[in-house]
């Protein structure tokens, strides 16, 4: 892939891992647990949307920057 506009590019993977972090946050049940609710409510989620935050991340910390 050819990226024209690096700071497009840039500003659109930190769109993305701010999206799964919101959705991390989320799926581990927000920063206060109700009484009689699970633990983390949807573990799955949790996982794929925190393992996409991490490559997202390393992805900004060591991309290309023109």
Not at 43 to 65: K, Q
Request: glycine share 8%; net charge positive; charged share 15%.
């Amino acid at each position: 892939m050819k990226v024209t506009n690096w700071r497009n590019w840039y500003r659109t993977k930190i769109y993305v891992a701010i999206i799964c972090w919101l959705t991390t946050l989320a799926a581990i049940g927000g920063t206060e647990q109700a009484p009689g609710s699970p633990a983390i409510p949807y573990p799955r989620l949790a996982v794929a949307s925190g393992l996409m935050l991490i490559f997202v991340t390393i992805s900004l910390v060591t991309g290309r920057r023109e």
